[in-house]
């Protein structure tokens, strides 16, 4: 069992890659690795994309990595791989981010990322640090957590999900959140799981045993 986690140069994927090779052996998940290699990517039985910054730049990185990019989709849409995105990770799996200018994301989940407009005036934005997941669906991720968890949370945007049956959870900030989102072989997680202590940490560890 191999987990790819794939660098397109968005972002310093250190932590991520402990604390993915942690639970996989806590859980006897196979192997872990950070790779940019096409190659690697389409043999993987299980793929993460992270992302750090803005989502134009982050779908341009993305999609600039042509090798990368082609047999991420392959994987994902033909072969049915599971697939975690994380933070703009999740959000490039979106129709269209709308940070900066319209962007067109990977459609995956349709919906689209927008700038967090808190009710509340005083709630600063970039939404930062923890939060408390609200369940909306259940999910095999899920497993072992329950509403009320804290996960930690770095962003500006949210992502606007169409299908409320695909907003797996959520959190309060001045307004809903979305915080996890999920169809057939895809889950996106808004918050670091690699930085959410033992929840994150449980829920990666469910990523890597989830057979859907």
Known sequence: MLTAIIDYESG??????K?????AREVDGGEVVVTSDAEVVARADRLV???????PACAEELRGHR????????????????????????????????EYRDTA????????????????????????GWNDLVIDHDHAIFDGITSGDHCYFVHSY???VKDPAERLAHVDYGGDVTAVIG?????????????????????????????P
């Open 67 to 98: 090798g990368i990019y082609e047999a991420m989709v392959e994987a994902v849409e033909q072969n049915g791989r599971p697939f975690l995105g994380i933070c703009v990770g999740m959000q490039l799996m979106a129709t269209t981010g709308h």
């Open 105 to 128: 994301g990977l459609g995956w989940v349709q919906g689209d990322v927008v700038k967090i407009t808190p009710s509340d005036s005083s709630l600063k934005v970039p939404h930062m």
């Open 49 to 55: 994309l992270p992302g750090d910054g803005a989502f």
């Open 183 to 211: 169809r057939d072989t895809m889950v996106g997680m808004q918050f670091h799981p690699e930085k959410s202590q033992d929840i994150g940490l449980r829920m990666i560890g469910n990523f890597l045993t989830w057979a």
């Open 19 to 23: 604390a993915f090779q942690r639970m």
């Open 158 to 160: 949210h992502f606007r």
């Open 12 to 17: 310093n994927l250190h932590s991520a890659e």
